[in-house]
């Protein structure tokens, strides 16, 4: 219908947040809330960055500002600078939802090895589950660290999981801190 699209939606991935210096977070609130407009965001993890005494205190400090100033809903997934304090602030970092019919799975690391990686170990079976609620319709998942490529301990476990699920159509991350697109088979791979 006129090219318009059906549904559209942001992803914002790596915000550090630190809690000094808020400019850059304000600016992308404006371009979201007048420009974009967008039905709701994603935030892919490592939405915090600062040392893990004040986690909770930043992270806070982050949710009420999107709680006040962005004016459409937002989820978020946990990434490996948000790890600790982040479900006592916003609760599970896994959720799911259908909108404009695609379904949308966030999934939080629930592992952090202490520099020797991070995971999502308990959860695979949790977004399988979560694709195929929705299994006739196309699906797109969103975690803070890659599957492709793989980039924490558990890619090479998840990652051929996802791809068996036949609807999969976007996988969004960050981490990276670089843009980039990689189709395999029917996914499209952004980070």
């Given amino acids: 219908r ?3 699209p059906v549904l ?4 914002i991935a790596d915000v550090h ?11 992308a609130i404006v371009f979201l809330n007048d420009d974009l407009r967008p039905a709701f965001v994603i935030f892919t993890g490592d939405n915090a960055s600062c040392e893990p005494a004040r986690n909770v205190e930043v992270l806070t400090a982050l949710k009420g500002i999107l709680e006040t ?4 809903p937002w989820f978020m997934v946990k990434g490996d600078n948000d790890a600790r304090g982040y479900e006592g602030v916003f609760g599970s970092s896994n959720w799911a939802f259908t909108a404009g019919g695609v ?3 966030g999934l939080g690391l629930d592992r952090d090895a202490e520099g020797s990686g991070v995971g999502m ?3 695979h079976a949790w977004i399988v589950e979560q694709l195929r609620v929705h299994r006739h ?7 803070h660290e890659p599957i492709w490529p793989p980039t924490f301990l558990d890619a090479f476990r998840l990652g051929p999981k996802l791809a068996a699920e036949r609807n999969l159509v ?13 189709r395999l088979g029917r996914v499209t791979h952004l980070s």
């Fill in 2 to 4: 006129d090219g318009a």
């Fill in 137 to 143: 319709g196309p699906a797109a998942v969103f975690v």
């Fill in 17 to 27: 947040f630190h809690g000094a210096n808020r400019e850059p977070l304000d600016r």
């Fill in 69 to 72: 100033s962005l004016h459409v």
């Fill in 103 to 105: 379904r949308f799975v």
């Fill in 121 to 123: 170990s308990t959860q």
């Fill in 170 to 182: 976007l996988g969004a991350t960050g981490h990276l801190h670089k843009d980039g697109a990689m």
């Fill in 8 to 11: 559209r939606f942001a992803q």
